[in-house]
């Protein structure tokens, strides 16, 4: 599509520094790399709107790695002869920005993805510098695909899983793109729309510029103040402004 020169001179010309933000896609897909990826296709459009604006971004396949089952940070110290998990969330734990994608089955997120927010889970008992959940200052969305209806509950449910481990969720945190209902063209096909849907492309790009400034919101501010949600404070008697001071 042309730009003329005003819509030309917003992409050019806008205040907003990203530099030294980063972000990474982690593509929920039951596809190996090497193996096209619809979801994939879609992410790659928020993806390209990143690295526009100088932010580090990194697309990695969940499904790549051996990730056991469980709520630890490391099964192999629970019966499992080999985790990737451990080197899987330094990555998680090093960007400002974690997009989960993730395919639609059965009106469901993707195995692999509720694998990955089970292992995400398996972290959150850990402490930030400031005392608070590990995942706090962290910003997070969510890109879904597929051939049938889902996109809204398979959304909701990555992202209330994110917040409750403590990721900022902005506004229009979510994007999505379905097919016709059954058998049919999946995103990146031919023909299939996808990449011309404007309600999918505009959601896409929105959530992409609420995911940037939410995260230098944070880390301009160094995150989230750290009064009141303290766990260490709370566990050594503080009550921050709790209504029952004897609570134990």
């Known amino acids: 599509?042309?730009?003329?020169?005003?819509?030309?001179?917003?992409?050019?010309?806008?205040?907003?520094?990203?530099?030294?933000?980063?972000?990474?896609?982690?593509?929920c897909t039951?596809?190996?790399?090497?193996?096209?990826?619809?979801?994939?296709?879609l992410?790659?459009?928020?993806?390209?709107?990143?690295?526009?604006?100088?932010?580090?971004?990194?697309?990695?396949?969940?499904?790549?790695?051996?990730?056991?089952?469980g709520?630890?940070?490391?099964?192999?110290?629970?019966?499992?002869?080999?985790?990737?998990?451990?080197?899987l969330c330094r990555k998680v734990m090093a960007a400002n920005i974690l997009v989960i994608g993730t395919p639609i089955w059965l009106g469901e997120e993707s195995s692999v993805c509720r694998r990955v927010i089970e292992r995400l889970y398996g972290e959150s008992g850990k402490l930030n510098r400031h005392g608070q959940y590990v995942y706090y200052g962290k910003v997070g969305g969510t890109i879904i695909t597929g051939n049938e209806d889902g996109v809204k509950h398979c959304a909701m449910s990555v992202l209330y899983a994110l917040q409750h481990l403590g990721y900022t969720i902005p506004p229009q945190a979510d994007a999505g793109w379905i097919g016709e209902a059954g058998p049919g063209p999946s995103y990146a096909d031919q023909g299939s729309g996808g990449p011309e849907n404007e309600f999918t492309q505009r959601n896409t790009t929105?959530?992409?510029?609420?995911?940037?400034?939410?995260?230098?919101?944070?880390?301009?501010?160094?995150g989230i103040p750290a009064h009141g949600n303290q766990r260490d404070k709370w566990e050594a008697g503080c009550n921050f402004d709790h209504p029952n001071p004897d609570y134990r």
């Open 1 to 27: 599509m042309q730009l003329n020169s005003e819509q030309q001179a917003l992409c050019d010309n806008h205040p907003f520094d990203f530099t030294g933000l980063s972000a990474l896609f982690l593509n």
């Open 30 to 41: 039951l596809k190996p790399t090497g193996v096209t990826s619809n979801t994939e296709a």
């Open 43 to 69: 992410i790659d459009v928020s993806r390209s709107i990143m690295a526009a604006n100088k932010v580090k971004t990194e697309i990695l396949r969940p499904v790549d790695y051996l990730l056991p089952p």
């Open 71 to 87: 709520v630890y940070p490391d099964m192999t110290e629970h019966g499992f002869e080999r985790d990737d998990w451990p080197g």
């Open 206 to 222: 929105f959530m992409t510029w609420n995911l940037l400034h939410m995260a230098r919101m944070l880390e301009e501010n160094h």
